[in-house]
């Protein structure tokens, strides 16, 4: 049967077009069968079809991530949107651009608690900008645009909006609206007074610190801001799992923030005068619980840079803050002329420092037959300098957070939300995004299999993807806190794992085991030649427990000297 006129959904397509997409994740429900037939006949479209509805939205979340345009994703109701709000839920508090659209019940069933029923505007609206559901099909191209809108401007974020199946089905008259242009982020240029308030304020500092990376970064942010640092001997530290927001190489760069930093930028931040926050919000990871800076830091100035008024002064009590896009502050920063700062040398000592944390020492013998700090030390001899690393959650990423140098923008995909299983599905989006960079996931065991069912997306799409799975049989940050708390009770963190080897190779990934150092070396330096999808299954011991030197052994010890 010939159609008459244009549907909702080929409207909604042409609108997603229009606004740039050029990628969607899905896995397909028959609720927005009508928007799989439109993207059957568009060419300009890619659909990744998932395996769960988590791993689509975290391939979303990354795909924004990387491009600063709202990743996209299309669900079906109930089970598919609540699978996938932990990527909503990662998109919002990493202050990602994304869009999830939800196929939802017919307009007439609604209110009655119909198959599969959610009211997704009160289930979605407490961890994204904007949710909302779209029962008119005229007003496709306003909600499309705004969504485009909401998810790019201030701090970026997730929106998420239901699609009532029926509507998708509607017919467009000859009078029907039209796609709107192209939206684009807000220009949010410095204040000049504020910014000359700024340069005073930092050259009256004695012991200054910067802390990096969040809301709106992107490649101009940091090549400015790292310009504007480095002609003062600003000490440059990112905030947690912003390891990318700066370039290693800078003379300046002091380290990363987060779970597991060097003590010695920790007390450096501790005993700053002044601290200059640019696109991180501050949150509990990067401070620590908020112990450095404090929320009220008596003894220290902060200024707070921030796109987002609504961020500003929230949670921290802010001695100047300046509502502007990051990348427009460090640009006037940089290329600022009236001011007459001192050059501190404080960056110069923060970059030495950070460099002796860093730096791994192959003469200081190992207990651990695989050795992490060695693994991570001669990946970085066998992969270029601009490779993705992606990782989920666990005390494995630790040892790149600390030995890995993170050059390159984008070079890092991590969700500061702590969420497990984001790995694979963030590395499957980069190497859609980036065929022809290497892009590593790193993955815990436990974390691994949280979507290691994704390794199908990557093999049916062609993604040139290394995967590393560091298995300790445990889930072993939680461990680690176990053994703090209740030292000796170990209830619930063991793990019982398959061989992750045959399960790549399952998937049609080449693939290699390694229980010693030189194994992994060996393992790794035969995919690096490959292309295609690879996995390295890493037995370690239990023992070695994070990068910091924690093991269980030294907890036990500790806890018993205390007791």
């Not at 939802?104 to 289930?123: H, L, N, S």
Request: charge should be negative; glycine fraction near 10%; charged fraction near 20%.
């Amino acid at each position: 049967m010939e159609k008459t006129a244009q549907t909702a959904a080929e409207l909604l397509v042409d609108c997603l077009i229009e606004q740039g997409t050029d990628r969607i994740f899905t896995v397909p429900g028959e609720s927005f069968l009508a928007v799989l037939d439109a993207l059957h006949a568009s060419e300009s479209v890619d659909v990744v079809t998932c395996r769960q509805e988590g791993g689509a939205a975290f391939m979303a979340c990354a795909d924004g991530a990387m491009t600063g345009r709202p990743g996209i994703g299309f669900v079906t109701r109930g089970p598919g949107a609540t699978n996938a709000s932990i990527g909503v839920h990662v998109a919002h508090q990493d202050s990602q651009p994304m869009i999830l659209f939800v196929g939802d019940v017919a307009r007439g069933m609604k209110d009655r608690e119909g198959f599969q029923e959610v009211d997704f505007a009160a289930f979605f609206g407490p961890i994204c900008k904007w949710a909302a559901r779209i029962d008119d099909a005229a007003r496709i191209p306003e909600y499309i645009a705004r969504a485009y809108s909401v998810a790019i401007s201030g701090r970026p974020g997730p929106v998420v909006l239901a699609l009532p199946e029926d509507m998708l089905c509607d017919l467009m008259g000859e009078n029907a609206p039209q796609p709107r242009p192209e939206v684009t982020r807000p220009a949010q240029a410095v204040c000049p007074d504020a910014m000359q308030a700024m340069l005073a304020m930092v050259g009256d500092a004695a012991s200054p610190v910067a802390i990096i990376g969040g809301a709106g970064w992107n490649t101009k942010a940091r090549e400015h801001f790292q310009q504007f640092a480095e002609s003062i001997g600003l000490p440059v530290a990112t905030a947690f799992r912003r390891q990318d927001a700066i370039s290693p190489n800078s003379p300046v760069y002091a380290g990363n923030l987060g779970y597991g930093p060097n003590p010695k930028l920790v007390e450096r931040v501790k005993a700053a005068d002044l601290v200059l926050a640019v696109g991180a919000r501050l949150g509990e990871a990067t401070t620590d619980g908020y112990a450095f800076p404090t929320l009220e830091h008596p003894d220290q100035t902060l200024i707070h840079v921030h796109p987002d008024p609504e961020e500003l002064g929230r949670v921290y009590r802010v001695d100047l803050a300046l509502c502007c896009a990051v990348d427009e502050f460090a640009e006037a920063a940089a290329l600022w002329e009236d001011h007459s700062v001192i050059p501190f040398d404080a960056g110069a000592q923060a970059n030495a420092e950070w460099r002796e944390w860093s730096s791994y020492d192959s003469a200081e013998p190992s207990s651990h037959a695989l050795d992490m700090a060695a693994c991570v030390a001669f990946m970085r001899e066998a992969y270029p300098a601009d490779t993705i690393v992606t990782n989920g959650a666990g005390n494995f990423a630790g040892w790149w957070h600390r030995y890995w140098r993170y050059d390159g923008y984008p070079t890092q995909l991590a969700p500061t939300a702590g969420a497990m299983g984001y790995g694979v599905p963030a590395g499957i989006a980069a190497a859609l995004r980036h065929p022809n960079r290497q892009v590593v996931t790193v993955a815990g065991d436990g974390d691994f299999l949280m979507n290691g069912q994704e390794l199908a997306t990557a093999a049916q799409h062609g993604a040139n993807l290394t995967v590393l799975v560091i298995d300790n049989s445990a889930y072993g940050t939680i461990r680690m806190h176990q053994e703090r708390e209740y030292p000796g009770r170990v209830s619930a963190t063991k793990l019982a794992n398959p061989d992750f080897a045959a399960f790549g190779a399952a998937f049609g990934a080449w693939s290699a085991h390694a229980s010693t150092t030189e194994e992994f070396q060996s393992a790794l330096t035969e995919a690096s030649g490959m292309t295609g999808l690879r996995l390295i299954h890493m037995s370690i011991d239990i023992e070695q427990l994070a990068a910091s030197g924690a093991s269980i052994s030294g907890l036990r010890a500790k806890a018993a000297a205390s007791s």
